[in-house]
């Protein structure tokens, strides 16, 4: 009678949590009027796109002098403090270079960029996604005059002149010493690409920049906050480098960090889902490279994740600077940085370490993309999420008859407990042998659990880093790689370790994983000596589930969700059109019948516990 309570019981509420996700479905569905008033919208938008006219894109310059060149004293100051690269005349210009992805802005005070914006991207409150603005960046180079000046070149006016090659834009930025001597920055911007060519390079100035001294480039950048809750995004925020032949490392993304590297290729400052990248053909010998945590607590108006920086040795060949390197300001996409592959730069996505990255990269990541592409997000999740499942059931299946194993000799395990209350090692001994004799291992339910674990970290750093959830609603959820937030806690309370606000999937998810554990671990399994209790377990699991996916991407925890919805579905087919526990018991009764041999570690266990049994007697 009481398995039989046990297979209704779990029906029930297998049915009541199914119901719940079709009523949300039900609930979210938009009424017919809505959706022919949104496609009404969708026409009108059309056809006034249709009507605009092409327009050209303009390349704007704006002018503003930073020194009145009438005033003597000023302009003495100046040469002085600049020396030869005072012959630039110091006016500051700020030129435009944009395409259909990116608009950058450079300033000729310094030659580096200012801003760069990008065109198809907004912020969590509809702001545009910034990756450099008023004064978070720096870029220059530190070095030494042959008349003992120490100078950066950010301090420099460069003359900028802008071209146009077969639909590419070409800045050059001269900071001139005389009229056929300068350092040269280039920018390259292609159409409908995020990868600026860049080149510093000296002409003549062999006899200005002192060679005896090193020369090194200095980037500096504080990432901005593009994302509703900080410590969430700050927890994706990370500088990534790849160094001595394609080897990939990364400053801590929780706390202050830095490193030394020899041979660097790129350095990726990524920013959760945007990344500002530096990367070059031929790799820095060295570098020196820096990471602080900006973000103590969670916080609404917070502006910066981290401060990164970076200090670069450049080499000078036969007196001259010449460094070809590219620019990357875009989506931290593997779609995108695929594209530059002779660079390496889709490395610079957290897939994860190991195995668990591989799953990620080559199986989850173009899976989900390829399902995306026929069907909205969410449900694109739940496809997944089913045929997942449906490919793991055979180590559902396995791990179910293993603890079926375990429920029929419950009684005689029961038995040996009271035959050996007063002798624990007996008892111990006497239950393996029992084990042995039946042909069940006490961890072979745990093996299965095991074999899934690759595919849990995969999805883990799946969800909250793919590019392609971003923003992506379903139902309730308006991000699936943020948090579902269905109510927000009055402003100052929070709740230590769970958060400011109650997202509803990490509820559903802990339901789903409390009825799947009551059915498996909580009810199957016998307590063995020495091992952790099940019942416990049973509850303390759901319940860090439901406190630590809070704050996660609801699009893990709708898959967490979904999965052990389907879990449970498989194991009541197991359970009772699969499995017959008579037949189970009555193959264990045929393997007791059978000599069983012993390997080397069991007759090892056997030796060292009849040791240790012998001990106690004396």
């Known amino acids: 009678m009481e398995e039989k309570k046990l297979d209704v019981n779990s029906i029930i509420g297998f049915v009541l949590i199914f119901g719940i996700l079709i009523f949300m479905f039900y609930q979210n569905k938009p009424t017919p009027e809505e959706v022919e008033a949104q496609k009404a919208q969708q026409e009108q938008i059309d056809a006034e796109e249709a009507d605009e006219p092409e327009v050209q894109k303009e390349i704007v310059t704006k002018e503003s002098p930073t020194l009145n060149l009438s005033d003597s004293t000023a302009v003495a100051n100046y040469q002085s403090q600049l020396g030869a690269f005072a012959f630039t005349t110091p006016t500051e210009k700020i030129t435009t270079l944009e395409n259909d992805v990116v608009v950058l802005k450079i300033s000729s005070k310094g030659g580096y960029i200012i801003e760069a914006k990008m065109k198809n991207f907004v912020t969590y409150d509809s702001v545009p996604v910034y990756l450099i603005k008023d004064g978070n960046s720096s870029f220059g180079f530190d070095f030494s005059t042959t008349d003992n000046r120490v100078l950066n070149t950010q301090d420099l006016f460069f003359e900028p002149s802008l071209t146009n090659s077969n639909g590419n834009q070409i800045l050059s930025l001269k900071a001139k010493a005389a009229k056929d001597k300068f ?46 809750s900080i410590e969430y995004e700050n927890r994706y925020t990370r500088l990534t480098y790849n160094h001595e032949d394609d080897k990939l490392s990364k400053l801590s993304e929780g706390s202050d960090d830095e490193e030394t590297e020899e041979d660097i290729k790129w350095i990726s400052y990524r920013q959760h889902f945007f990344s500002s990248i530096l990367a070059t053909d031929e790799p820095f010998k060295s570098g020196d490279l820096t990471s602080k945590n900006l973000v103590e607590e969670e916080s609404k108006t917070f502006g910066f994740t981290k401060a990164y920086a970076s200090s670069l040795p450049l080499e000078v060949k036969s007196g001259n600077i010449a460094k070809n390197m590219y620019w990357y300001f875009g989506p931290t996409d593997v779609e995108v940085l695929s594209l530059y592959e002779d660079l390496g730069l889709v490395d610079s996505i957290p897939f994860g370490w190991g195995i668990f990255g591989w799953i990620n990269r080559y199986v989850f990541t173009p899976f989900y993309a390829l399902l995306s592409t026929y069907f909205p997000y969410g449900i694109a999740i739940v496809i997944m999420t089913i045929l997942v499942r449906l490919a793991m059931s055979p180590v559902t299946y396995k791990s179910y008859l293993s603890q079926a194993k375990m429920k029929v000799l419950k009684p005689e395990i029961t038995e040996l407990g009271e035959k050996y209350k007063d002798n624990a090692m007996k008892k111990q001994q006497e239950t393996m042998k029992l084990y042995g004799k039946a042909g069940v291992s006490p961890m072979s339910g745990c093996v299965p659990a095991f074999l899934q674990m690759p595919i849990f970290y995969a999805l883990f750093m799946f969800f909250p880093t793919s590019f392609a959830l971003r923003q992506k609603s379903f139902l309730w959820a308006d991000d699936l790689s943020s948090f579902d937030a269905i109510y927000q806690f009055p402003e100052g309370f929070s ?124």
């Open 495 to 618: 709740i230590p370790f769970y958060g400011d606000h109650i997202s509803l999937f990490p509820i559903l998810a802990s339901i789903a994983i409390f009825f799947y554990m009551m059915m498996t671990t909580g009810q199957n399994m016998p307590t063995q000596p020495g091992m952790p209790n099940m019942k416990f377990i049973m509850y303390l699991m759901p319940f860090f589930m439901l406190i630590f996916f809070n704050n996660y991407a609801s699009g893990l925890s709708l898959y967490y969700f979904v999965s052990n919805l389907i879990t449970i579905g498989i194991m009541l087919v197991i359970k009772n059109f699969i499995l017959d526990n008579e037949k189970i018991h009555a193959q264990i009764q045929e393997n007791k019948k059978k000599p069983k041999k012993e390997n080397k570690f069991q007759r090892k266990m056997r030796e060292m516990m009849e040791q240790a049994e012998a001990q106690k007697k004396r």
């Open 183 to 228: 350092l040269e920055y280039r920018y390259e911007m292609k159409p409908d690409d995020y990868l600026i060519d860049f080149t510093v390079r000296s002409q003549g100035l062999d006899n200005i920049i002192n060679n005896n001294k090193s020369i090194a480039l200095d980037w500096r950048l504080k990432g901005i906050r593009h994302s509703k």
